[in-house]
């Protein structure tokens, strides 16, 4: 069956898969120093987008949606901490935390109906909702990461890229 004419489940999961993959592929082009590189005056990197995406995967699948409070996950206080990057940060360690992540919430989701909701700050929200905000947001950074890698292979010397 074809995502264009699946049912919603379908759809939405296969939706939220598909900017999973275009956050990790942000990383298939760069080696550690360029995904680490600053380009703009945010703390945003290439490698710091995918660190925030494991902490968005985190935040509403595994502690919204599982349950586990956010402390016990050890996760940034704010979205803004999530973007820091530890020395010991990898292309190959944050990519693995991220896949790691994204399993565990393919799991947790597996679990739960879209319209079974959870309280946040407005009011409860779905699953439904959880599937289209990420949607969204992750979308949103893989765009940013686009540009951001397209400037950094822009940068190499000619020839190497």
């Known amino acids: 069956m074809s995502l264009h004419t699946a049912d919603e489940r379908t759809v939405l999961e296969g939706l939220l898969d598909a900017q999973r993959t275009e956050i990790a592929l942000l990383l298939d082009e760069l ?31 595994h502690s919204r949606v599982a349950g586990v409070p956010r402390e016990d996950l050890r996760l940034p206080r704010t979205p803004a901490e999530s973007f820091e990057l530890a020395e010991g940060d990898t292309i190959e360690s944050v990519r693995a935390d991220y896949d790691d992540a994204c399993d565990r ?25 959880v599937f289209g905000h990420m949607i969204a947001e992750l979308a949103r950074h893989a765009g940013h990461g686009d540009i951001l890698v397209e400037q950094l292979i822009a940068r190499r010397p000619v020839g190497t890229d």
Not at 110 to 128: K, M, N
Request: glycine letters at 4%.
């Open 31 to 61: 080696d550690d120093a360029e995904a680490r590189t600053r380009l703009v005056s945010s703390m945003t990197t290439v490698l710091g987008l995918v660190k925030h995406a494991t902490f968005v995967e985190m935040v509403w699948f």
């Open 105 to 129: 919430s393919r799991v947790v989701a597996a679990q739960h109906d879209l319209d079974e909701t959870w309280p946040w700050h407005d009011g409860p929200v779905s699953l439904r909702y």
